[in-house]
């Protein structure tokens, strides 16, 4: 990206120039790899496919991440609070539930925060 000129000695960019920046940050932080961000930026249809496809692909990476990371929160969670014998069986019977009940949540979530 080439600045639009110099003041002073310091580089100007186009606040066009800052936006995709902005877009490049976010993008990154949601995980997505230079190659990725590259064809997400690419204002051509093929680039509009590949951007759909490869968001779809990591919109469901982190919906696993989100559910794996979940069920551990409940377990350690509960590991951290109980007071019952290690070998008791209760113990799994109660973080099943709460796994179940916390994932329902998040699927809730996920629904209103996903865009159709």
Known sequence: ???DGRVAGQRRYSEAAVE???MVVLL???GLSCDDIAVALN???EGGRLRRERAARRAAELRDRLTTTLSAL???QHASVCTRDADD???VEEIGRQRDSA???AEALLARV???
Do not use: G, H, N, S
Request: charged share 40%; net charge positive; aromatic share 0%.
């Open 114 to 116: 996903t865009i159709d």
């Open 103 to 105: 994932l329902r949540e």
């Open 43 to 45: 204002p051509t249809p």
């Open 74 to 76: 409940v377990v350690v």
């Open 1 to 3: 990206m080439e600045p």
């Open 20 to 22: 995709r920046l902005r």
């Open 89 to 91: 069986d209760r113990c």
């Open 28 to 30: 990154r932080k949601a």
